[in-house]
């Protein structure tokens, strides 16, 4: 009897432990298909990263009232994956309360926010219908942020959206309870935000502004150049954190970085001259939210001077700037405008991804603003 237990006691333990492994397997397998696009078992949606393969599929629609007349409901898993949300105000029955918070009215900042909205409608909201926004502006007044963020918490929202860098450290500060979208704003790691994991509530797209190639392209039309200065804001993270990329590029690039800063925007004038009379022979302008406000006092003296203006934001290059490497302001605030439909539709911000931008454009410098000494050398 003890010889036949022993015989029949291994196929079961075999079968106790294949079933086992195919269970662990199929969990695992669930584990991945619930997590967002470009991450992995083994890769949080929680960590900072590019995300390069999170894309919108527009082929994959939600229909809310559809699925409400069929008394159904979508699964995460499918809210992620989808790219259009139809008939949204059905969900919670009535049009998705969303305030949006901006630092300063400006024509680049503008663009970001028409960016969030283009966002909405490309998966499919229609604002009034599926979403109603409310702005605040603190004209500037970074003081006024956090006097700003307590009146959108009173008013409970279905989602804030931050716009620039001081605007997102000021809500991540105070927001916990509410889903924070942010945009045209730096790295969180490299504010201080979080460490190594972010708060659930959180996601967006921040930019790596290329400061490195912007002085490599200056040097491309200006074989000689020795000098390269640079505005900005020293109450701004943002732009410190330029400053620091274009130290370090300097240094590789063998060229002295001249810097002035300015407190408010009738400085900038004058510390655009400073640098020019301390030997600049192009003035760059990088995430710095005082230098786009007042980028024509900046413009009228490097014009005067005759010194060319490189930034990392392509819409100033439209206002006269002489050329640039960056991200289109319009499709930063789109990408944003994207991950915030994902949460209006019910997605848990802590599952879509802080990401980077996904592109970034070259514009050169125009034929008439390059001068006969200027000799283009290939990269």
Request: with cysteine; proline share 6%; hydrophobic share 40%.
């Amino acid at each position: 009897m003890k010889k036949l237990i022993n015989q029949l006691l291994l196929p079961v333990i075999l079968i106790i432990g294949t079933s086992a492994l195919l269970l662990l397997s199929d969990l695992v397998q669930q584990g991945k298909r619930m997590l967002p696009a470009g991450t992995d078992a083994s890769s949080s949606a929680n960590e900072t990263g590019k995300h390069q393969d999170y894309q919108v599929d527009k082929t994959r629609i939600i229909d809310f009232a559809q699925l409400k007349e069929n008394n159904q409901q979508p699964t995460t898993d499918e809210l992620l994956q989808a790219g259009l949300f139809l008939n949204l105000s059905v969900r919670i029955g009535r049009p998705a309360e969303i305030i949006l918070i901006n630092l300063v009215d400006n024509p680049v900042l503008e663009q970001a926010i028409a960016g969030v909205e283009a966002g909405l409608t490309g998966c499919g909201l229609t604002t009034g219908k599926d979403y109603r926004i409310k702005r605040y502006s603190a004209q500037g007044e970074v003081a006024q942020l956090p006097q700003i963020t307590d009146a959108a918490l009173r008013e409970n929202p279905d989602a804030i959206v931050t716009v620039t860098t001081p605007v997102f450290i000021t809500a991540a500060r105070k927001i916990r309870d509410i889903p924070l979208i942010f945009t045209v704003a730096s790295n969180p790691a490299r504010l201080g935000i979080y460490t190594n994991k972010r708060p659930a509530n959180i996601c967006g797209v921040y930019d790596n502004p290329p400061v490195d190639k912007l002085l490599r392209m200056a040097s491309r039309f200006n074989s000689k150049l020795k000098n390269a200065g640079i505005i900005y804001d020293a109450a701004q993270i943002n732009s410190l954190i330029s400053v620091e990329k274009l130290r370090l590029a300097g240094e590789q690039q063998d060229i002295q970085i001249l810097e002035a800063t300015a407190s408010v925007v009738s400085d900038l004038g004058l510390a655009a001259r400073s640098l020019i009379q301390r030997g600049a022979q192009v003035i760059i302008i990088s995430a710095d939210n005082m230098a786009y406000t007042g980028f024509p006092a900046i413009k009228k003296v490097a014009d005067a001077a005759g010194i060319p203006i490189y930034t990392t934001e392509l819409e100033l290059v439209e206002q006269g700037a002489s050329a640039g490497i960056g991200n289109n302001i319009h499709d930063w605030g789109k990408q944003s405008g994207e991950l915030l439909a994902k949460v209006l539709a019910g997605v848990p911000p802590s599952l879509l991804p802080v990401m980077e931008t996904d592109k970034q454009q070259v514009i050169d410098p125009a034929p008439s603003k390059i001068s006969p000494a200027q000799v283009p050398q290939p990269y």
